[in-house]
T-cell receptor, first 112, second 116 residues
């Protein structure tokens, strides 16, 4: 089945630093979503991307839908302590496909 | 809206017992998904429903797992008999169709299942 390869698996950064993570697929995806999961909670949507090449921002977060439709990245600028958590990319592989495939996650830790 | 509501939040059971997980989707959402999350396998889709009808159950691990959606506001995931390897966090999510796309999936807080 489809797989989403997410990197890096984990990041240790200092508060105030910028963060970048990405997701790649061997097949074409028609939507890309980025979720954040806090401990003991379910994933919460951060950004949704629906068009190839689309660049979308949500506060300090910026995400892009790769032009090849096989990748996406998420950037976080000026990280703060509440950014700690696990970030997942996810996508729908075909137009109208209702199954959402998730990446393996990037665990973000902020060093005080 | 209260969001997707799952119960119980935590369940500890003995191997061989039946376990039932419950989910109330967001009102008006016509898609419901059951996911399982483990350290080894990440988030896996088990089954999903559209308008209360199971559409794809190819992710259900084996016959010990079953899911039902008797109405638009309630779904259950049952494991009988449970085994230690079923220990995981089980998430329910709901969504709706927005134009030609399925909108984002809204997740519940999950049920942490431990089978001893």
């Amino acid at each position: 089945g489809q797989q989403l390869n997410q990197s890096p698996q984990s990041m240790f950064i200092q508060e105030g630093e910028d963060v970048s993570m990405n997701c790649t697929s061997s097949s074409i995806f028609n939507t890309w979503l980025w979720y954040k999961q806090d401990p003991g909670e379910g994933p919460v949507l951060l950004i949704a991307l629906y068009k190839a090449g689309e660049l979308t921002s949500n506060g300090r977060l910026t995400a892009q839908f790769g032009i090849t439709r096989k990748d996406s990245f998420l950037n976080i600028s000026a990280s703060i302590p509440s950014d700690v958590g696990i970030y997942f990319c996810a996508g729908h592989s075909n137009f109208g496909n209702e199954k959402l495939t998730f990446g393996t996650g990037t665990r973000l830790t902020i060093i005080p | 809206d209260a969001g997707v509501i799952q119960s119980p939040r935590h369940e500890v059971t003995e191997m061989g017992q039946e376990v039932t997980l419950r989910c109330k989707p967001i009102s008006g959402h016509d898609y419901l998904f059951w996911y399982r999350q483990t350290m080894m396998r990440g988030l896996e889709l088990l089954i999903y429903f559209n308008n209360n009808v199971p559409i794809d159950d190819s992710g259900m691990p084996e016959d010990r797992f079953s899911a039902k959606m008797p109405n638009a506001s309630f779904s259950t995931l049952k494991i009988q008999p449970s085994e230690p390897r079923d220990s995981a966090v089980y998430f329910c999510a709901s969504s709706f169709r927005q134009g030609g796309y399925l909108a984002e999936a809204f997740f519940g807080q999950g049920t942490r299942l431990t089978v001893v």
